[in-house]
């Protein structure tokens, strides 16, 4: 018969036993515990930062819906004429409403329209403290060469009839630090060239308030 010392051998030889798999099972569930943990952590990180993401376009869109509704109300007597738009923070003016075909002088009534826009514009860049950049665009058709013809073709055409847009303004109080012009030729059209309807409106002027460079700090 067993003895008792021989239960007790056995009992302490099965326990032995069954000890390695309890901490084997152990060390896996705190190994299966670390990894929920570290997926829960990126994800939670992840949804952080699309919240973040998320909260930052509408406050994007939000100041351009607002900067855009300032610009209209700003403009709202030259917008009322019909002569001018207003699309995406950018002021449009028909270039037939400025110069003649292939010219950069202004039309006199393009003169009076520049000076209607000048106060309202001003009032606009100073509260944001930013600058307007003077825009001329062409349609694609090729100039025509002969002794009348002063440009060399359609972007130099755009670059003085911006100069003259700038420069008018300047004349009628816009400080010169707070206009600059450029020039796209016949880049970036709005409509078709295939046809006149499209042409004219790709000939045109725009104007469009800029944040300022930020001034470069001196060398320490």
Same mark, same amino acid.
């Given at each position: 018969?067993?003895?008792?010392?021989?239960?007790?051998?056995? @009992?302490?030889?099965?326990?032995?036993?069954?000890?390695? &798999?309890?901490? /084997?099972?152990? *060390? =896996?569930? +705190?190994? %299966? @515990?670390?990894?929920?943990?570290?997926?829960?952590?990126? &994800?939670?990180? /992840?949804?952080? *930062? =699309?919240? +973040?993401? %998320?909260?930052?376009?509408?406050?994007?869109?939000?100041?351009?819906?607002?900067?855009?509704?300032?610009?209209?109300? +700003?403009?709202?007597?030259?917008?009322?004429?019909?002569?001018?738009?207003?699309?995406?923070?950018?002021?449009?003016?028909?270039?037939?409403?400025?110069?003649?075909?292939?010219?950069?002088?202004?039309?006199?009534?393009?003169?009076?329209?520049?000076?209607?826009?000048?106060?309202?514009?001003?009032?606009?860049?100073?509260?944001?403290?930013?600058?307007?950049?003077?825009?001329?665009?062409?349609?694609?058709?090729?100039?025509?060469?002969?002794?009348?013809?002063?440009?060399?073709?359609?972007?130099?055409?755009?670059?003085?009839?911006?100069?003259?847009?700038?420069?008018?303004?300047?004349?009628?109080?816009?400080?010169?630090?707070?206009?600059?012009?450029?020039?796209?030729?016949?880049?970036?059209?709005?409509?078709?060239?295939?046809?006149?309807?499209?042409?004219?409106?790709?000939?045109?002027?725009?104007?469009?308030?800029?944040?300022?460079?930020?001034?470069?700090?001196?060398?320490?």
């Amino acid at each position: 018969m067993m003895g008792l010392d021989d239960t007790i051998d056995t @009992l302490d030889d099965g326990a032995e036993q069954t000890a390695p &798999v309890w901490a /084997v099972f152990g *060390d =896996l569930m +705190a190994g %299966l @515990l670390g990894a929920f943990v570290l997926i829960l952590v990126g &994800v939670l990180v /992840v949804q952080i *930062d =699309l919240v +973040a993401s %998320l909260k930052h376009e509408v406050e994007k869109r939000q100041h351009e819906e607002q900067r855009r509704m300032a610009l209209e109300k +700003a403009l709202a007597g030259p917008l009322a004429s019909g002569r001018v738009t207003v699309n995406d923070g950018r002021i449009g003016i028909s270039g037939s409403v400025l110069f003649a075909a292939g010219s950069d002088e202004l039309r006199p009534e393009g003169r009076q329209l520049l000076r209607t826009l000048v106060q309202p514009l001003l009032v606009y860049l100073r509260e944001r403290d930013e600058m307007l950049m003077v825009s001329g665009f062409t349609d694609n058709t090729t100039l025509l060469r002969g002794s009348q013809q002063r440009f060399a073709d359609n972007l130099e055409l755009s670059a003085q009839r911006a100069l003259t847009v700038a420069r008018a303004l300047i004349d009628e109080g816009m400080p010169s630090s707070q206009v600059f012009a450029a020039a796209f030729g016949a880049e970036q059209p709005v409509a078709s060239n295939a046809d006149e309807k499209g042409r004219a409106q790709n000939r045109r002027v725009e104007m469009a308030p800029v944040p300022k460079a930020s001034s470069a700090k001196p060398a320490q």
